[in-house]
């Protein structure tokens, strides 16, 4: 038995039943809207994949505002059987004109087919692919709103871009005069597929009829997956050349091959409209053949002939003929491969009779993506029904969006609250980085890190001038200013050895101390014993300029003391250096001399005269060797005496 009342909707008439579900004509008992409530029919109650699909449905319709989509209204659930309401169009579809013998001009359909256009960019702008894009399913208003002159209707089986849960793999889901290859071939889709639908449309809606029909629907199928479609200029004169190649082009096999979107094809149709000639108005509507009612997404009463009709209630309440095993409300399917999970569901096929209808699997919709935001109502007393209360479950579009738009405004609230806070606190950052910065340093802190430069292998004492020359300033009482006084002289002595290591060419310039000091570091590559002995020579002539004072504001190049402080520096460094030399040349020495003695020793006792003569030779090479290096070191003289005197005495033995 049909319902008479779900939620606030009083129902009055059913208009159209299909497969899964059906649709009636409402009335919202709070504001008197009439509306089209469509709902899942009773034996798909506790069906699990039917409720997953008309849950789908509503899923796709929210998602969908645009003046040429059948606007979703509401949804709900009463008593275990969800339904939703969506705007009642009074009017007529085109698969009711085309059957009733309308055809339609190429300027009509370029018209036309920019409204559908629209519809598909906002449909798959939302990541939305119908799939069941076809005549019975586009509907024409009897009274249009603005540029709504068409709406498209019926999301049963539409999928989201990406989405796998909606059809099994290999499934065939879809009308077979109005399918694309691809989908044909149970294959993974995108929206070309409504590209490709939208090119059989516009075929049909000028020939009267698409290309690939009548016969079974599997023969259908395999000419619309293996046969090239007849050009419509060889079906209808006086098609401008431009408009038969985009139909070619959205009817190509390969999905490539056709336009890249729904906006590409708009923006070709405008072009075709303006270049064959001024271009048109949208075409209003034409007048229904007789009263009648369409609704969305209900291809009911629309598969109708005018041999066999039930009733569906007309706009002036008399009664239209209608046949309801022809109603095509859940987008008929084509299902004839594998792996679905759901239970079959029968489906009519268009042009078939009750007797001869072919049943196949129905697809599936997936789970919906979000949780609805619902309300409990209690339904008015109706003298028609028992009078025990029911509780319902009940949410308008409108009060979804309400939702939403809150949640926004919260949101954005939240946002705001924490874009302050951070600005908040990044200005509090800023400021205590500039008060860091502006504020003078503590002469503990300036001491902290003029130690940690100086005590850092790595960094460079030059950097901590600046700080060095501040703590002097303004902390000269400080105990540890004589600390810091020290690390100010060691800059400048590295300032003077760094000037002391360039080349100079102007030897006047110099002071006598600089002279002496460059001529005393330029004997250290030869001899570290002889820089340490021209460096104490100089600390021995120049004792007395230790103690004078230099001018307040001298350079340090121009300051004696410091540069015998340089001298000192370098005793420092170059002492070890001396005294290895010292050791090495010492027992370098000695080792010549023995070496000496024993060629002595075998030349004496040597029987070959020549052979004597080479050992005397190499004997005295050596000795002439240790005079003439080690002759000017004083520290292996008793070796150089010791070798002069063999020298000498060249039968003498050490």
Excluded at 443 to 467: F, M, V
Aim: hydrophobic share 40%; net charge negative.
């Amino acid at each position: 038995m049909p319902p008479t009342q779900l939620g606030p909707y009083s129902i009055s008439t059913l208009l159209g039943r299909g497969g899964m579900g059906a649709v009636y004509e409402a009335v919202d008992r709070s504001t008197g809207r009439t509306v089209a409530v469509k709902t899942l029919v009773t034996h798909f109650g506790d069906d699990s994949a039917g409720r997953k699909r008309f849950a789908g449905e509503i899923e796709t319709l929210k998602s969908l505002r645009h003046p040429c989509i059948v606007e979703l209204l509401a949804f709900g659930e009463e008593d275990g059987q969800p339904y939703f309401a969506m705007e009642l169009v009074r009017g007529r579809s085109l698969e009711q004109l085309l059957r009733a013998g309308r055809t339609y001009t190429w300027r009509e359909t370029v018209d036309v087919a920019l409204a559908i256009t629209r519809a598909l960019k906002s449909a798959h702008d939302h990541g939305v692919v119908h799939r069941d894009l076809k005549p019975a399913n586009l509907l024409f208003p009897d009274e249009p709103s603005g540029d709504a002159t068409v709406k498209l209707a019926d999301f049963g089986i539409a999928r989201l871009f990406g989405s796998t849960g909606h059809t099994m793999s290999g499934m065939i889901v879809g009308t077979a005069e109005y399918m694309a290859p691809e989908q044909a071939a149970g294959t993974a889709v995108d929206h070309r597929v409504d590209l490709y639908a939208l090119g059989l449309v516009m075929f049909a809606m000028l020939s009267g009829r698409p290309p690939f029909h009548g016969g079974q629907a599997t023969d259908v199928i395999k000419r619309q997956r293996n046969e090239p479609p007849p050009r419509i200029a060889s079906r209808v004169a006086d098609i401008p050349q431009e408009l038969d190649d985009l139909i070619d082009r959205l009817l190509a096999k390969d999905p490539t091959k056709r336009p890249a979107s729904a906006l590409a094809v708009g923006r070709q149709l405008a072009v075709i409209a303006t270049t064959a000639g001024v271009a048109a108005p949208p075409t209003t509507a034409p007048p229904p053949l007789d009263p009648g009612v369409t609704l969305g997404p209900a291809s009911a009463a629309t598969d109708c002939d005018e041999s066999r009709r039930g009733t569906v209630a007309g706009t002036d309440g008399s009664a239209a003929p209608q046949r309801p095993d022809r109603l095509d409300l859940e987008a008929p399917t084509r299902d004839f491969t594998r792996g679905d999970t759901a239970p079959p569901a029968a489906a009519i096929i268009p042009g078939s009779s009750s007797a001869d209808a072919q049943t196949m699997p129905m697809p599936t919709r997936p789970e919906p993506r979000t949780a609805l935001p619902q309300r409990v109502t209690e339904p008015a007393p109706d003298a028609s029904r028992a009078t025990a209360s029911r509780a319902t479950r009940f949410t308008t579009v409108e009060e979804l969006e309400r939702v939403s738009r809150a949640e926004a405004a919260a949101e954005e609230h939240r946002d705001l609250v924490i874009r302050i806070v951070a600005a908040a606190g990044l200005f509090a950052l800023v400021a205590a980085a500039a008060y860091a910065l502006l504020r003078p340093p503590t002469a503990d802190e300036l001491h902290a890190r003029i130690t940690a430069i100086a005590n850092d292998p790595q960094a460079d004492i030059r950097d901590a001038r600046p700080l060095i020359d501040q703590f002097l300033e303004e902390h000269t009482a400080d105990a540890r200013a004589a600390d810091i006084r020290e690390h100010d002289r060691r800059l400048d002595l590295d300032t003077l050895e760094k000037r002391a290591r360039r080349r100079r060419d102007d030897d006047r310039a110099m002071m006598p101390l600089e002279r002496e000091y460059r001529a005393a570091m330029a004997r250290e590559a030869e001899s570290p014993l002889a820089c340490v002995a021209a460096l104490e020579a100089i600390l021995a002539l120049h004792a007395d300029e230790a103690i004078a004072t230099p001018a307040a504001d001298a350079a340090p190049e121009a300051q004696p003391a410091l540069w015998l402080d340089l001298v000192r520096r370098q005793l420092e460094r170059l002492g070890p250096l001396a005294a290895r030399e010292r050791e090495q040349d010492t027992a370098q020495a000695a080792e010549t001399l023995a070496e000496a003695a024993s060629l002595a020793a075998e030349a004496a006792t040597a029987t070959d005269d020549a052979a004597r003569a080479a050992l005397l030779e190499r004997r005295r090479l050596l000795l002439s060797g240790i005079v003439e290096i080690y002759g000017p070191r004083s520290h292996v003289a008793a070796a150089v005496a010791e070798a002069r005197r063999l020298l000498a005495h060249p039968e003498a033995t050490p």
